[in-house]
């Protein structure tokens, strides 16, 4: 396009110098034939950006990650003159068209339109545009280029998707005693009881042992301490920029999503830890829980004022916990200091595994695991039937 304009710069200039120099007729027609020209274009470029008409849809705003969904846009010509040049640019970071070139450019002859009918996919879970994000219209000489921004782009709500594991190899071992050691359990009130732990539900306390022993007791259910495994994910956002948090948090999302459907799939209960809400806990006894699960952790919000140690210490201060031999965490960053906070934990003989979603090395961090404590890299963008 830049040849264009300076093999047109200099005719004009040579034309200028013909007629300065010979005059005539043709050199006249030329000079003003090349003046004419630019100011051509742009009428024309400028008439074609304020009549050119778009249209674009997806079968549904709620989508979910990584399963296309169908999409078309429309490109039509309503008026009595020809668009030379038409190009869609999509949104193309967080999702992608299929079977669409880059910068496919179209031309319109009056009453034309064109229909493509494809498919849709996202990346990331969240909210965020899709489709196409602008349109480039350039006159027939290619001479100048006008950027048409939608003013009205899609905005697709992705929500994480929910991956079936067969095995999950980096546990195996847990997995297979956890399913020897804990068969599926009713959750019928017994009438055993034992002392209140802040955060039981105060439905379950029994008043009459209470008013006997003159302390807060509280009503065991059967298969409660069979109750052996807890999960909690990380709730903070660590940047502010949205291509930088998105892939990250989608990762640990679908991890902890991953981590609870298999266990849901084979029957072994567990309960779904909130560090920001402990009455938001969840505990998933079959599939039929899992499904109120995946809603609630689908509609995570994550917080730039989350604290990630006061995060695990409300999680570790949970009733829960006390039921339980095997901690399952999903984080985005492991310190020193939070390894330091769980150490009571591990020697009173519970299990732990941290899953850490990072690109980053953590092989110092990963050293500082035993048999009782377990450190798992989940680099952002793998695929987790890999990792998991």
């Not at 339109?113 to 996202?122: I, N, S």
């Not at 660590?238 to 266990?263: S, V």
Request: aromatic share 10%; with cysteine; hydrophobic share 40%.
């Amino acid at each position: 396009m830049q040849i264009r304009k300076w093999i047109l710069l200099g005719i004009w200039i040579i034309s200028l110098v013909i007629i300065s120099n010979y005059g005539g007729t043709i050199s006249y027609g030329i000079f003003f034939a090349v003046t004419l020209i630019p100011l051509l274009s742009l009428i024309y470029t400028l008439f074609v950006y304020f009549r050119f008409r778009i249209f674009q849809k997806i079968e549904s705003r709620c989508i979910t990650c990584r399963q296309s969904v169908p999409y078309y846009f429309v490109l039509q010509n309503e008026d009595y003159y020809g668009f030379a040049s038409v190009k869609a640019r999509m949104f193309k970071t967080l999702s992608y068209v299929e079977d669409l070139p880059d910068d496919m450019e179209y031309e319109l002859l009056p009453g034309d339109r064109y229909t493509y009918e494809t498919k849709l996919v996202c990346k990331y879970r969240g909210e965020y545009e899709v489709g196409v994000k602008e349109v480039i219209i350039t006159d027939f000489f290619r001479l100048f280029t006008f950027r048409y921004k939608l003013m009205e782009t899609i905005k697709a709500l992705v929500q994480p998707r929910m991956l079936h594991l067969e095995e999950l190899c980096s546990i195996s071992d847990i997995v297979a005693s956890v399913q020897k050691e804990n068969p599926n359990a009713d959750t019928e009130p017994d009438v055993l009881v034992r002392d209140y732990i802040q955060g039981d539900a105060i439905k379950n306390i029994h008043w009459k042992a209470t008013a006997r022993e003159q302390k807060l007791k509280t009503r065991t259910r059967i298969g409660e301490e069979k109750q052996m495994i807890s999960l909690f994910y990380d709730h903070r956002r660590y940047k502010k920029n949205l291509l930088e948090y998105l892939p990250p948090e989608n990762q640990i999302l679908e991890t902890a999503l991953a981590l609870g459907l298999f266990l849901a799939e084979k029957n072994i209960s567990y309960t779904m830890l909130d560090g920001q809400n402990q009455s938001a806990s969840k505990a998933v006894r079959g599939l039929r829980d899992f499904e109120d699960l995946y809603q609630k952790v689908s509609g995570t919000q994550f917080s730039l004022d989350v604290d990630d140690r006061l995060h695990l210490q409300s999680v570790l201060k949970q009733s829960a916990i006390n039921h339980s031999k095997i901690l399952i965490g999903v984080l985005q960053a492991l310190t020193m200091e939070e390894l330091v906070m769980l150490t009571p934990l591990l020697n009173q003989g519970m299990i732990m595994v941290i899953y850490v979603v990072t690109d980053e090395n953590i092989e110092e961090l990963m050293k500082q695991g035993n048999d009782r404590l377990r450190i798992i890299a989940v680099p952002i963008d793998a695929e987790l039937k890999d990792i998991l």
